[in-house]
């Protein structure tokens, strides 16, 4: 393919001379140089087309006898890179303009002019918003010299121009927003505190006000009226836009953008900087996965070719497909018969697979993951958590988390790739959608995927061969078949085996770092057969994907993967998107706008829909309660949403089933287990009610007679109801199921980590609503001597004496339990100055605390670093008038690392060092 190199002089185009079988485009000679040609309106397809056919019908190429405007295989693709690289205009012009990227856009001292006008010549002027006048805002920095080999105009029109954005000075920024008051602002109006930070104690550094990321969320965050202070030296900041809104403050809005410029050819995203991670909607017509945009994505290519790989020539892939496919490897022409069969049974098996039990997909996004030691003495690993601006997203989706680890591997080295993730978040709902989007043709770098769901290999007591594992074991039970065993051993580095819910396994730890596991593909313990790949010694250059809950010893183990993501869970945009295809599922469109004002009508309930299970329980019950018509209100409980949905199952329950299937909840979670065999239920009449409820359902890839509980979340709330109802547990043992003060010798590990919070939400509500409607009156005199003891103790623990993880679950109890006498027992036992350092605040637990500060009267100091919190979140909380100081940044360790502001009600204060931000006022000059 010919690309676009301009001629010497004059126009960049030649003169159309002669249309050959092509069609002419009427498109004028272009003027200028490659900054024009970017800056111009002309269609880049037809302007390749338009030069192609004069040079086709001049060489007369084959390549354009079936003109197709819209179309751009793979070899006219490299072609033009070849002549693009090949061209010296070319290659100085493009030069010119990677040098003023580099210029504009990576410099941390430049001022926000240059950026400025960079933006408007290559047509990015859209992200600014025009309505808004703009003002200075900061100080300038010092200017460097524009490098001499500037294009003339650019240099001219940085010195000539005026001031278009207020100079903040620092490392960079985009430009004004447009009105905040289109964007859902989750904070309360807040009263910031504007005084110094008192000494002696973490807060000594003046730091008081974050600058929080605006996001896919939009949030915004309400700025009172108060000094503005940006502490300077600031490290850089993460990438992305960040927005604030300042009601008291004459300010509408502020920008800040931290990091690398979109080049010209990307899309900025208009809502932060989330990725799309997961293969899109099945109900789209798009392409499924970001790996391989379809026609529909990207007008003007062909349409990838999706199932079959025979007979696929490079013209119909996608140009994608096409790279990657190149990239990974050379395929042989033709399969075996038998290979090609085997594959396309997987194939279809896997696109035969609904996603999820809905059959619903919201994308998500993953994050880059890493453990660390959960205190200076143990081993134990947990999941770090990054400050939320410095979460580094998947940003190339799929392709990137199957790819990450390639950086780092040796040539015929097995890659050891880990989702890890909280239970509910979605981990198994995505490792089911990387096995279709395989179906679908989206990762053409593997000829095999297999997906085992781990609670199928937990088979202590057979040998199995490599073979077994693959043929018997996997998702396509069948006869093992040699020649395709043969021609799989031939490319394991072409095959992906997934192990979802890896921490299902007995003893997973120590199958990825003991030393000793097989080489030879004799027969093994499936044990030893796993470890043997872990270890890299069977099907070595394979590509093992593994999805797990990072707890306890596997945590430890995980660090030896070569890359870790983390499955972060919904967004509150992500959830109201989930609400809407649940309904247009369920052929209940018409409730969506109720079933949004309800979910809207319970924070907390929005809150706790950031997990996908949570979100699932709230659309069924919402489901319910709108069906009949007339008046709905949601639980404000965890614990009122599972009565709501249980309650109605448990009525019509054979006698005892809701009390043996709550027992069996226990006991297994007690083994860490969720799963269960039918013979393990009481009878096969609650197994049916079981079922057919909804409460366990079939695993996915397991036999029949395996069930699940259908969540986690369902086993913890069930787990509580046995405790709750249960004679034979003893009063004085009650408490320590909360497992809130630590103990030497724990008899109950909090592995069901939810039976807490339900057990205080199902022992304080209300009886008739709640215990009653499970269990019916008669056991209400068990359930008011065991809410005595919990109160008892609940009553004697000092909230200041908690480390924050356990401040947090005592607040959530105290929620669930909706006692106001518990309530304020423990807001008032809130120690003035908290630390959440280093602990996740997810929305619901930033939900809680909000409701805590705020109910308990007085002052606070809270440390939020190294939280994670959302910047709805950290509005809401530093917007509490009670909340008079408090921390706020990157990191944790002391580096001076946080991004400082307090209002003044006039802006124009000088605004620090190493930031950029554009502060678009209304109304003002
Ligand atoms: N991206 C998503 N789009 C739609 N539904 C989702 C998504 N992610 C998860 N879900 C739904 O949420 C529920 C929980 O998801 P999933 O089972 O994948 O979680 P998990 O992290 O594997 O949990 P566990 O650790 O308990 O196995 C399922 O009903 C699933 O279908």
Same mark, same amino acid.
């Given at each position: 393919?010919?690309?676009?190199?301009?001629?010497?002089?004059?126009?960049?185009?030649?003169?159309?001379?002669?249309?050959?079988?092509?069609?002419?485009?009427?498109?004028?000679?272009?003027?200028?140089?490659?900054?024009?040609?970017?800056?111009?309106?002309?269609?880049?397809?037809?302007?390749?087309?338009?030069?192609?056919?004069?040079?086709?019908?001049?060489?007369?190429?084959?390549?354009?006898?079936?003109?197709?405007?819209?179309?751009?295989?793979?070899?006219?693709?490299?072609?033009?890179?070849?002549?693009?690289?090949?061209?010296?205009?070319?290659?100085?012009?493009?030069?010119?303009?990677?040098?003023?990227?580099?210029?504009?856009?990576?410099?941390?001292?430049?001022?926000?002019?240059?950026?400025?006008?960079?933006?408007?010549?290559?047509?990015?002027?859209?992200?600014?918003?025009?309505?808004?006048?703009?003002?200075?805002?900061?100080?300038?920095?010092?200017?460097?010299?524009?490098?001499?080999?500037?294009?003339?105009?650019?240099?001219?029109?940085?010195?000539?121009?005026?001031?278009?954005?207020?100079?903040?000075?620092?490392?960079?920024?985009?430009?004004?927003?447009?009105?905040?008051?289109?964007?859902?602002?989750?904070?309360?109006?807040?009263?910031?505190?504007?005084?110094?930070?008192?000494?002696?104690?973490?807060?000594?550094?003046?730091?008081?006000?974050?600058?929080?990321?605006?996001?896919?969320?939009?949030?915004?965050?309400?700025?009172?009226?108060?000094?503005?202070?940006?502490?300077?030296?600031?490290?850089?900041?993460?990438?992305?836009?960040?927005?604030?809104?300042?009601?008291?403050?004459?300010?509408?809005?502020?920008?800040?953008?931290?990091?690398?410029?979109?080049?010209?050819?990307?899309?900025?995203?208009?809502?932060?900087?989330?990725?799309?991670?997961?293969?899109?909607?099945?109900?789209?017509?798009?392409?499924?996965?970001?790996?391989?945009?379809?026609?529909?994505?990207?007008?003007?290519?062909?349409?990838?070719?999706?199932?079959?790989?025979?007979?696929?020539?490079?013209?119909?892939?996608?140009?994608?497909?096409?790279?990657?496919?190149?990239?990974?490897?050379?395929?042989?022409?033709?399969?075996?018969?038998?290979?090609?069969?085997?594959?396309?049974?997987?194939?279809?098996?896997?696109?035969?697979?609904?996603?999820?039990?809905?059959?619903?997909?919201?994308?998500?996004?993953?994050?880059?993951?890493?453990?660390?030691?959960?205190?200076?003495?143990?081993?134990?690993?947990?999941?770090?958590?990054p400050d939320w601006a410095e979460r580094q997203l998947a940003r190339g989706g799929l392709a990137e988390v199957l790819l990450a680890a390639g950086d780092r591997r040796r040539?015929?080295?097995?890659?050891?790739?880990?989702?890890?993730?909280?239970?509910?978040?979605?981990?198994?709902?995505?490792?089911?959608?990387?096995?279709?989007?395989?179906?679908?043709?989206?990762?053409?770098?593997?000829?095999?995927?297999?997906?085992?769901?781990?609670?199928?290999?937990?088979?202590?007591?057979?040998?199995?061969?490599?073979?077994?594992?693959?043929?018997?074991?996997?998702?396509?039970?069948?006869?093992?078949?040699?020649?395709?065993?043969?021609?799989?051993?031939?490319?394991?580095?072409?095959?992906?085996?997934?192990?979802?819910?890896?921490?299902?396994?007995?003893?997973?730890?120590?199958?990825?770092?003991?030393?000793?596991?097989?080489?030879?593909?004799?027969?093994? %313990?499936?044990? *030893?057969? #796993? +470890? !043997? &790949?872990?270890?890299?010694?069977?099907?070595? =250059?394979?590509?093992?994907?593994? $999805?797990?809950?990072?707890?306890?010893?596997?945590?430890?183990?995980?660090?030896?993967?070569?890359?870790?993501?983390?499955?972060?869970?919904?967004?509150?945009?992500?959830?109201?998107?989930?609400?809407?295809?649940?309904?247009?599922?369920?052929?209940?469109?018409?409730?969506?706008?109720?079933?949004?004002?309800?979910?809207?009508?319970?924070?907390?309930?929005?809150?706790?829909?950031?997990?996908?299970?949570?979100?699932?329980?709230?659309?069924?019950?919402?489901?319910?309660?709108?069906?009949?018509?007339?008046?709905?209100?949601?639980?404000?409980?965890?614990?009122?949403?599972?009565?709501?949905?249980?309650?109605?199952?448990?009525?019509? %329950?054979?006698? *005892?089933? #809701? +009390? !043996? &299937?709550?027992?069996?909840?226990?006991?297994? =979670?007690?083994?860490?287990?969720? $799963?269960?065999?039918?013979?393990?239920?009481?009878?096969?009449?609650?197994?049916?009610?079981?079922?057919?409820?909804?409460?366990?359902?079939?695993?996915?890839?397991?036999?029949?007679?395996?069930?699940?509980?259908?969540?986690?979340?369902?086993?913890?709330?069930?787990?509580?109801?046995?405790?709750?109802?249960?004679?034979?547990?003893?009063?004085?043992?009650?408490?320590?199921?909360?497992?809130?003060?630590?103990?030497?010798?724990?008899?109950?590990?909090?592995?069901?980590?939810?039976?807490?919070?339900?057990?205080?939400?199902?022992?304080?509500?209300?009886?008739?609503?709640?215990?009653?409607?499970?269990?019916?009156?008669?056991?209400?005199?068990?359930g008011a001597r065991k809410q005595k003891v919990l109160s008892r103790y609940l009553k004697r623990l000092q909230p200041g004496t908690l480390r924050a993880g356990r401040l947090?679950?005592?607040?959530?109890?105290?929620?669930?339990?909706?006692?106001?006498?518990?309530?304020?027992?423990?807001?008032?036992?809130?120690?003035?100055?908290?630390?959440?350092?280093?602990?996740?605040?997810?929305?619901?637990?930033?939900?809680?605390?909000?409701?805590?500060?705020?109910?308990?009267?007085?002052?606070?100091?809270?440390?939020?670093?190294?939280?994670?919190?959302?910047?709805?979140?950290?509005?809401?909380?530093?917007?509490?008038?009670?909340?008079?100081?408090?921390?706020?940044?990157?990191?944790?360790?002391?580096?001076?690392?946080?991004?400082?502001?307090?209002?003044?009600?006039?802006?124009?204060?000088?605004?620090?060092?190493?930031?950029?931000?554009?502060?678009?006022?209304?109304?003002?000059?």
């Amino acid at each position: 393919m010919r690309c676009l190199a301009p001629r010497p002089a004059g126009s960049y185009l030649p003169e159309p001379q002669g249309s050959g079988q092509c069609a002419t485009m009427e498109l004028g000679p272009l003027e200028g140089g490659y900054l024009e040609l970017l800056n111009s309106s002309a269609d880049p397809l037809q302007l390749y087309h338009l030069y192609d056919q004069t040079d086709l019908a001049r060489e007369e190429i084959e390549l354009c006898s079936e003109p197709d405007m819209d179309t751009i295989n793979c070899e006219q693709f490299s072609r033009l890179l070849c002549d693009m690289e090949g061209d010296e205009e070319t290659r100085e012009a493009y030069a010119n303009i990677a040098e003023l990227d580099q210029y504009v856009f990576q410099d941390s001292q430049l001022d926000g002019l240059g950026k400025d006008i960079f933006i408007e010549h290559i047509g990015l002027e859209e992200m600014i918003s025009e309505s808004v006048e703009v003002e200075e805002a900061g100080q300038k920095s010092q200017k460097r010299p524009f490098p001499e080999e500037l294009p003339v105009d650019l240099k001219h029109r940085k010195l000539a121009e005026p001031l278009a954005v207020p100079v903040v000075t620092g490392t960079f920024l985009v430009g004004s927003v447009s009105d905040s008051s289109a964007l859902p602002c989750l904070s309360p109006p807040a009263v910031f505190n504007k005084e110094p930070a008192s000494s002696q104690s973490w807060l000594e550094e003046p730091v008081l006000m974050p600058v929080p990321p605006s996001s896919s969320l939009l949030s915004c965050l309400s700025l009172p009226a108060g000094r503005i202070q940006i502490v300077p030296s600031l490290p850089s900041l993460p990438q992305g836009l960040w927005q604030i809104s300042g009601a008291g403050t004459g300010v509408s809005g502020m920008v800040i953008y931290q990091g690398e410029m979109p080049q010209a050819s990307q899309v900025l995203p208009s809502s932060g900087p989330a990725m799309q991670s997961l293969p899109k909607s099945p109900e789209r017509p798009g392409s499924t996965s970001p790996f391989a945009p379809s026609a529909a994505d990207l007008p003007g290519m062909p349409e990838p070719a999706l199932t079959s790989r025979a007979n696929m020539t490079e013209d119909q892939m996608s140009p994608t497909q096409c790279l990657t496919a190149h990239e990974v490897s050379s395929k042989p022409p033709k399969w075996p018969e038998t290979v090609e069969q085997f594959c396309s049974s997987l194939r279809d098996k896997y696109q035969a697979e609904p996603a999820g039990p809905e059959g619903i997909l919201v994308e998500v996004e993953l994050v880059r993951a890493r453990l660390e030691r959960n205190s200076s003495k143990s081993q134990e690993r947990e999941l770090a958590t990054p400050d939320w601006a410095e979460r580094q997203l998947a940003r190339g989706g799929l392709a990137e988390v199957l790819l990450a680890a390639g950086d780092r591997r040796r040539p015929r080295e097995t890659q050891v790739i880990a989702v890890l993730g909280k239970a509910g978040q979605g981990k198994s709902h995505w490792a089911r959608e990387v096995s279709r989007a395989w179906a679908c043709g989206q990762l053409p770098q593997y000829d095999f995927v297999f997906y085992f769901p781990c609670h199928c290999l937990d088979r202590v007591k057979d040998t199995y061969r490599l073979q077994d594992l693959l043929f018997c074991l996997g998702p396509q039970p069948q006869p093992v078949d040699e020649e395709v065993f043969g021609h799989i051993l031939r490319r394991p580095d072409r095959v992906l085996l997934i192990l979802d819910a890896f921490e299902g396994l007995e003893g997973q730890d120590s199958l990825l770092h003991s030393a000793g596991g097989p080489v030879s593909t004799e027969p093994h %313990s499936l044990r *030893g057969l #796993l +470890a !043997g &790949l872990f270890q890299r010694k069977l099907l070595r =250059g394979c590509t093992l994907l593994l $999805t797990a809950r990072p707890r306890g010893r596997l945590a430890q183990s995980l660090s030896k993967a070569d890359v870790l993501f983390e499955v972060t869970g919904f967004s509150a945009e992500q959830a109201e998107t989930y609400v809407t295809r649940y309904l247009e599922r369920a052929g209940a469109t018409e409730h969506r706008e109720q079933a949004l004002a309800l979910l809207h009508g319970q924070p907390f309930l929005l809150s706790h829909s950031h997990s996908p299970t949570v979100c699932r329980a709230v659309c069924r019950l919402s489901e319910a309660l709108l069906e009949p018509g007339g008046e709905a209100e949601l639980p404000s409980t965890l614990t009122g949403l599972y009565v709501g949905l249980l309650g109605p199952a448990a009525r019509d %329950s054979p006698p *005892g089933a #809701l +009390a !043996g &299937l709550a027992r069996l909840a226990w006991e297994l =979670g007690r083994r860490h287990r969720g $799963t269960l065999q039918d013979s393990q239920f009481p009878s096969a009449e609650v197994r049916a009610w079981a079922v057919a409820r909804g409460l366990v359902q079939p695993i996915p890839g397991a036999p029949d007679t395996e069930l699940a509980f259908s969540s986690f979340l369902l086993q913890c709330f069930l787990g509580a109801v046995w405790l709750a109802l249960s004679t034979e547990i003893k009063d004085k043992e009650l408490p320590q199921y909360l497992a809130l003060t630590p103990r030497k010798k724990r008899p109950y590990d909090n592995w069901l980590e939810g039976v807490p919070r339900f057990l205080a939400g199902l022992l304080f509500q209300p009886h008739a609503d709640c215990l009653g409607a499970l269990a019916g009156p008669a056991v209400a005199a068990l359930g008011a001597r065991k809410q005595k003891v919990l109160s008892r103790y609940l009553k004697r623990l000092q909230p200041g004496t908690l480390r924050a993880g356990r401040l947090l679950e005592l607040l959530h109890c105290a929620h669930e339990a909706s006692d106001a006498g518990l309530w304020q027992h423990v807001v008032q036992g809130l120690p003035a100055r908290l630390s959440f350092l280093g602990t996740r605040l997810t929305p619901p637990n930033t939900y809680v605390l909000c409701s805590a500060l705020a109910a308990a009267g007085r002052d606070f100091s809270l440390d939020l670093r190294s939280t994670g919190i959302d910047p709805s979140g950290l509005g809401s909380l530093v917007g509490l008038g009670c909340v008079t100081h408090f921390r706020w940044g990157q990191g944790s360790g002391g580096r001076a690392s946080a991004v400082v502001l307090a209002l003044c009600p006039v802006l124009g204060t000088p605004v620090g060092s190493h930031l950029v931000c554009v502060v678009a006022r209304r109304g003002r000059k």
